[in-house]
């Protein structure tokens, strides 16, 4: 089966009729939402899901503050991420939870200081990373050698700030035109306009029809 997960929204639980209609198999739930501990996720994962967790770069828990530049930012958010990790899967297998981590910040070094330390603290954790569409611009052959070393997917979002569409195989080969290896590219839909055939995750189940 393809690889189709979703963000469920802060304080909601995955709608499992939805989720099924659409082949969705993987709701993402927020790390800060209070609600959310391995047992919970045991339990979705029980009903045949198989959960994960997301985070962003930007939220105020994470205690970093704009502008969000720099390696040691980057360093920061990849440390506060583990935390919640420990805190929410203790002592979890690496592939489960998965884990999203939303980081749109155009600096590179920021991406690549919470990719490297994020290694440092999860080693083998199933990681994917999302991003704006059209950045590929952003990195030299080397920055994208090391985020292949990183070993996560790469979800590049296919819609603008206002949820505008973006064609999806031009976001792809801005990807791999900059050295992203292709078949670590998925996409990041919006849940209201889902294609016939895709895969990767929705944008999220309160806009899925």
Excluded at 45 to 69: C, H, K, L, R, V
Excluded at 86 to 98: C, E, G, L, Q, Y
Aim: charged share 20%; glycine share 8%; with cysteine.
């Amino acid at each position: 089966m393809s690889f189709r997960a979703i963000w469920i929204d802060e304080g909601s639980d995955a709608d499992r009729a939805k989720l099924r209609a659409h082949d969705i198999t993987e709701p993402f739930y927020s790390v800060r939402d209070p609600r959310v501990t391995l047992a919970y996720l045991d339990n979705v994962q029980s009903e045949g899901f198989d959960p994960g967790i997301y985070a962003a770069w930007n939220w105020p828990e994470t205690g970093i503050n704009p502008p969000y530049e720099g390696w040691t930012k980057g360093a920061a958010f990849a440390t506060w991420l583990s935390k919640q990790l420990a805190r929410i899967a203790p002592n979890a297998p690496s592939h489960f939870p998965t884990v999203c981590a939303d980081i749109e910040t155009h600096s590179v070094l920021f991406i690549l200081g919470f990719l490297s330390q994020w290694r440092k603290h999860r080693a083998a954790r199933v990681t994917d990373w999302t991003l704006e569409g059209f950045q590929g611009g952003l990195f030299s052959p080397i920055d994208t050698l090391k985020i292949a070393a990183a070993n996560v997917r790469i979800i590049p979002q296919l819609y603008a700030g206002d949820m505008r569409p973006l064609a999806a195989d031009r976001v792809a080969l801005d990807l791999v035109a900059h050295s992203f290896p292709p078949a670590r590219i998925f996409g990041f839909y919006d849940a209201a306009a889902l294609p016939g055939r895709w895969e990767g995750y929705a944008f999220t189940q309160g806009r899925l029809p």
